[in-house]
Nanobody, 124 residues
């Protein structure tokens, strides 16, 4: 059974940091691209970042570039999203997803598997 399990969300003050984790199982982790998405109430799902597990290539959305860092621990089948200098507008449910093939990492429908999401709330 394929599973993606997120953890690490919570409540933090503006300017603070959080590290999200996405643990994958039930599929060949190394063959996939892992993406992080977020969705705030009333807004569309937004691509935050992704990493190609096979070659380590990373991509970031413009709104998080320079503040967030994505990384992976392939031995643990886990991808991390280090979020620094958090802003209230970063408040959302953050979900990770796995894609076998991608032409556009920002498009949610290109991902095969999804986690359940973790809430991140940044207070002002």
């Amino acid at each position: 059974e394929v599973q993606l399990v997120e953890s690490g969300g919570g409540l933090v003050q503006a300017g603070g940091s959080l590290r999200l984790s996405c643990a994958g199982s039930g599929f060949t982790f190394d063959d996939y691209v892992i993406g992080w998405f977020r969705q705030a109430p009333g807004k569309e799902r937004e691509g935050v970042s992704c990493i190609s597990i096979s070659d380590g290539s990373t991509y970031y959305g413009d709104s998080v570039k320079g503040r967030f860092t994505i990384s992976s621990d392939n031995a643990k089948n886990t991808v991390y999203l280090q979020m620094n200098s958090l802003k209230p507008e970063d408040t959302a449910v953050y979900s990770c997803a796995a894609a076998r093939y991608l032409s556009n990492w920002r498009v949610p429908t290109q991902y095969n598997y999804w986690g359940q999401g973790t809430q991140v709330t940044v207070s002002s």
